[in-house]
């Protein structure tokens, strides 16, 4: 009742940050974008984000999870002229959030959505959305009917690289520990050009799914990617597996 109730009072100015404000649906604001505001390990990769986009220049982001988008509007805010985004999520809640959001802002010419989940190959995949009261997330299906399970294309990075019709200059993942197959299919994206990415590393996830996390910084390494960071200082691999989750910025050399 509040989701619906929220959308017919209409949009909010939401003050990211001092130096950012948008204007965004109230539910994005509650069920999402309050997370970069009030949770601190998201306050600070959100904050690590910022700091390494607002140098570099004009950003072409591959966001793959990008839920309601707020990286993808982050990178347009903060990159240079002419910066761009293509989410990629499953959800389509998210995919409908993030139209709205770019529409508000006008932002629709530079921020693009793909329908999808990503992995090791193209191919497809069954999900089940979690609708309204999950906060638009979707989940691989268990015991749900055949009714509730959508079938959605799989694509590479690598893929969704050639979409953009431009090699991506950063990436970032979310993907709630299928991290190392979306690295497996990003060899182009990662062996080849060492694109920067931002990386959240599910430990906890991926131990009950019976993968060990350290496979995920052995395809890296694999990768020549050598720079694992939070707030600007190095982290040990004790330190990138001891928590349930680890959200780092990983480079070839630290810069």
């Known amino acids: 009742m509040r989701w619906l109730a929220n ?3 209409g949009p909010v100015s939401l003050a990211l940050r001092k130096d950012w404000t948008f204007r965004c649906p109230r539910n994005a604001a509650e069920r999402a974008f309050h997370l970069q505001l009030q949770d601190p390990p998201q306050v600070q990769e959100f904050d690590d984000f910022v700091a390494y ?4 220049g004009r950003v072409v982001l591959l966001d793959i999870g990008c839920h309601f988008g707020v990286f993808c509007f982050a990178a347009l805010h903060y990159g240079g002229p002419g910066s761009r985004a293509l989410g990629v999520d499953p959800s389509s809640e998210a995919q409908a959030m993030v139209d709205r959001i770019a529409h508000l802002n006008g932002w629709s010419d ?8 990503a992995g090791a190959e193209d191919g497809f995949l069954e999900m089940v959305e979690t609708g309204l009261t999950g906060a638009g997330y979707v989940v691989l299906p268990k015991d749900h009917p055949q009714a509730d399970r959508r079938r959605l294309p799989m694509l590479t990075v690598d893929h969704l690289a050639e979409e953009m019709g431009e090699a991506p200059t950063l990436v970032k993942v979310d993907v709630e520990s299928f991290e190392l197959d979306v690295l497996r299919g990003g060899k182009r994206t ?16 991926m131990r009950e799914r019976g993968v060990d996390p350290r496979s995920v910084l052995d395809q890296l390494r694999d990768y020549g990617y050598r720079s694992f960071r939070i707030a600007g200082r190095e982290l040990s691999d004790d330190a990138l597996l001891g928590s349930d989750i680890v959200r780092v910025l990983v480079q070839r050399s630290a810069g």
């Not at 986009?53 to 570099?56: D, G, L, M, S």
Request: hydrophobic letters at 40%; proline letters at 6%; glycine letters at 6%.
């Open 7 to 9: 959308d017919l009072r």
């Open 190 to 205: 990662f062996a080849e050009r060492g694109t920067p990415l931002f990386l959240e590393i599910h430990n906890k996830m």
């Open 110 to 117: 530079r921020v693009g959505f793909r329908h999808a989940a």
């Open 53 to 56: 986009v607002r140098p570099t």
